[in-house]
């Protein structure tokens, strides 16, 4: 494998004169500004640098003011590779021709002394290997006179001055739709990045919240699952008690001449805790329901007002149960009544309703 | 009681107070309140003014105090929240209508508003968490103050067959418990708190209008805050006031300074709206089909819930049908109409006791 030289650095030093020709030349790698000309931030790297020897050295040389410097190194490089980094055929010789140039102006105004870098630049270039064939372009050749200008000052303070072609120097703007092989390095970078970043990419917001969102839910469904068969069993069994505990609806409350001997009016409460309230009215005796029919408070009995009175909202009933007052839509409800052996026995499992026209069913009440 | 006494001047005012806090003057001054505060909101939020009238309320509040009676019933546990409430109400409503004053002021003046260029973004972390944070710690030695010096009231072990008299809903739900007076459970405990909830999370649809946003004002949007502010103010806190300072046992009214006597006589003899068509203006029986007899009711509050909203598409609220479209209209208007059919019904049971305008009772449908 031949061995080359290849640019590993490139930088600028102080007095450039923002006159474009290195962004012309090689725009990869210098990006003229207002008032400088930088180098490219992925032009720092020496991977970046050495595929572009060619046309870094040509920017240098063709830089007006020479401040673009360089260095090199031997880098054993493949036959293609070099074929690409050089141009078919004249690989060689553009160093050469670098070497030749810079060699060839110091020598021909040697009168004054070079700019404090130029040495540098001169022995740097001097390390290439010797084919001394080409020469730069001559100045005369730019009939612009602003860049005759330019290139005499250049000349005039004893640098190199030489100017190509402008090249295209556009690059396309969308580097991944062309042929990667020709490519800057760092687009062809880019593509590799993309590429990895396809293959391994972060989670978007929604599909974390879907995959939170199953998740979630496949848990708690596992776990309702899990727990289902295991306390199942046991939940149906306690709902399912094998003896049930209820009062018995049918409640004695007394003798039926204990009701009787009330006044017309009046209102027993002795079995109030059992949900019952007796009542006298002048032709029968009834029991009614103590819950409010409007909301399910527990009304109370004031005997002086002769009425019963709700402290939930206001609803009033009189004595017999019908509602007067208040917001509740219809009478207390009355239990059916029947004598056991001259005890009167209420079933609360059994209710009388008014506004149905049920208080006189035989049942709802005791005719006196 | 005392008033049947020699009265003082004190007890005087104390009656004439009573009097006044009956439900129908009561609601009426409140609404009249409203009235002229939101008219001359300019003067009364003055902060001169607003000060005069706050402390002049705490000191009527704490005068009123010495009262047995009254004091009865602030001290207690379960009422001291509402108090608060009141305070913050009433700063809360003088902020908010200050600053729309003051904004209402620049733009007649052509001037820059009070938020113009406010920029009121912060940091969450750390502005936000540190206010937070502190909040949090003043709330909890706040709370904890409270709980100890104020103990939860624990009462008799709870009985089946006995209700507390007068038996309270927490404070926060008194003015639900109040439509309960007025209303079939069904309406009043599930429908009306139903389309509040509904209502509020429908009103920024309903209301496109993009005046006032960001910035408080009075003057361009004072149709929809003076609906508001009676939504809020009259049917909400003065209802919870209502049940707090003037329900007492049996849910019977009582002056602040009342005695809260079990036995006190109130003659509420309910009528129904069918009764009123059938019996006292067309002089005869009650139909016997429920449908024809209830058909006076139905036909009213199918007017009103029907023919109310074309007539006033066609007459007051014309403007605001060509601004805001047929649906909005229809869910704007069926929800003010509740909400004024909850006073209506309350002045009706104040003043002629009227219970229900449908009462169905054979099967639970009244109105």
Redesign the interface.
Known sequence: MPTKELVTKVWIDPGCIVCDACENTCPEVFEVTDDTCIIRPAALATAFTKPLTKTIIEAAQECPVDVIKYETAAVEVSEEEAAKIFGEGESAPAIAAAGASASAEHAAPAAKPAPAAKPAAAAVAAEAPAARSHAPVAPADIGDPNVQALLRAATARGGQAGISKARGGVISADPLRTDPDNLPPDARFAKTLLAAQKTKKDPTRREAITFGTVAMVGGWAAFAAATGIVVGPAGLSFSMPRALEEPDPRVRVGPLSQFIEMKPGDVNEDY????IWMIREEDRVAALN?ICT??G????W?P??RKF??????S?YYFTGV?????T??PLERFRVTVEDGIVVVDKSKKFQH??GQWEMPESHLAV | MHYLLAESGVDRIKHAINVICEPAPFFVLSCVALGVFLIGYRFWTKPVVAAIFGGGAVLFYALSALDPNFFLIIAKPDNVPISMMMLLVGFFTWLAFRQAAINDARLEKGEPLLEAGADDKVLVWPDLVYTEFIALILCTAFLIVWAIYLRAPLEQPA?????????KAPWYFLGL?EL??????WIA?VLLPGLIILGLVALPYIDKNPRGNGYYTFKERWFVITTYMFGWVVLWVVLIVFGTFLRG????FFGPYEFWD??K??A???IQFRDIVWIQALGRGLPGHWLVREAPGLAFIGFWFTGLPFLLAWTVMRKVYRQIGFIRYVIAVQLLLWMFLVPLKMAFRWTINL??FV?I??F?F?I
């Open positions: 109030k805790p059992k949900g103590i409007h909301l408070c527990i009304p109370n004031l002086n007002d009175l709700c402290p939930c909202h206001g009033g509602n007067f007052q208040g917001p839509p219809r506004e149905l | 009985d089946p067959s006995v209700a507390p008299n007068p038996a418990q309960l007076v007025y209303f079939d459970p405990g046992p049996n849910w019977i079990a036995h006589l109130a509420l003899l309910n219970q229900y009462a009772t054979e639970f009244n």
